[in-house]
T-cell receptor, first 114, second 115 residues
């Protein structure tokens, strides 16, 4: 069975600090996808990134970067120079090759203080 | 940019009542999903739907729940006799294909409050 763990329940940082959100996953599939979603206070789910299990290259998109380490089953998310607008709950999710059953982690609530 | 829409944004209903949550997926998408998020908790998969039938469902999706695509555009989730514990945000999603190479696009959610 697949499982996603986000050990950090809540993180608070001061604006402009860097912050890393951890995600550890479990799956028996060799083909799978990992995702990060942002859920701002308004409640919608905003897609951030999808990563397949065969591509371990780190990815950077503006202030966001992702570190995929298959050896430790981790897919961590770093926000550089955080801003107040980054305050949200961030969910890591896993989808096995069938693609039809997303498993979400419990989420990490990030508060960026001015 | 095409998006998934959901109505209503907030539904209040009394325990024991039937409720129907509506979703309009992206028009050329073929796979449809419902997820639930109890307040303050994680998002949980309920059901996936393809070719007018359920393709996968979770343990949460019991006999009280049903899904339907009554016409070419809507995708509905019906809860037959609501319970207090059904209070949650319900997200609809759709994808072009069923494999995990296809991104699921989420709607804004319907907040269901059962009193």
């Amino acid at each position: 069975a697949q499982k996603v763990t986000q050990a950090q329940t809540e993180i608070s940082v001061v604006e402009k600090e860097d912050v890393t959100l951890d995600c550890v996953y479990e799956t028996r599939d060799t083909t799978y996808y990992l995702f990060w979603y942002k859920q701002p206070p308004s409640g919608e789910l905003v897609f951030l990134i999808r990563r397949n299990s065969f591509d371990e290259q780190n990815e950077i998109s503006g202030r966001y970067s992702w570190n995929f380490q298959k050896s430790t089953s981790s897919f961590n998310f770093t926000i550089t120079a955080s801003q107040v607008v980054d305050s949200a709950v961030y969910f890591c999710a896993l989808s096995e090759s069938s693609g039809q059953n997303f498993v979400f982690g419990p989420g990490t609530r990030l508060s960026v203080l001015p | 940019e095409p998006e998934v829409t959901q109505t209503p944004s907030h539904q209040v209903t009394q325990m024991g009542q039937e409720v129907i949550l509506r979703c309009v997926p992206i028009s050329n998408h073929l796979y449809f999903y419902w997820y639930r998020q109890i307040l303050g908790q994680k998002v949980e998969f309920l059901v996936s739907f393809y070719n007018n039938e359920i393709s996968e469902k979770s343990e949460i999706f019991d006999d009280q729940f049903s899904v339907e695509r009554p016409d070419g555009s809507n995708f509905t989730l019906k809860i037959r006799s609501t319970k207090l514990e059904d209070s949650a945000m319900y997200f609809c999603a759709s994808s072009l294909g069923g494999g995990s190479t296809y991104e699921q696009y989420f709607g804004p959610g319907t907040r269901l409050t059962v009193t």
